[in-house]
């Protein structure tokens, strides 16, 4: 995707909201706000934040399982099995 067309100023965005907001919702794609010539903003709908933060979500998790193993606090699976099943009993 290439952010230099998705980018407005802040008076068409005002002009326009309505519009804006379609536009969002129908491309999925977010839009950069500009105010005196300068990028301010990043506007998006809603379905694709949500989707942002479902990945950043699982992103972490992943990094944090990551920092797990080089810290080296990992067990065998055979281990583990092991141990729940004795917990079951």
């Known amino acids: 995707m290439r952010y230099s067309t998705q980018v407005k100023s802040i008076s068409h965005l ?16 977010p839009l950069i706000i500009t105010q005196h010539g300068e990028a301010k903003a990043v506007i998006q709908d809603v379905a694709s934040y949500e989707e942002t933060q479902e990945t950043l979500a699982l992103l972490k998790v992943l990094a944090l ?7 080296g606090k990992v067990r065998p699976l055979t ?11």
């Open 79 to 89: 281990e583990v099995v092991e141990r729940i099943r004795a917990r079951d009993r």
């Open 14 to 29: 005002k002009a326009k909201a309505a519009q804006v907001l379609r536009d969002l919702s129908e491309r999925r794609e």
């Open 65 to 71: 399982g990551q920092r797990e193993v080089e810290e």
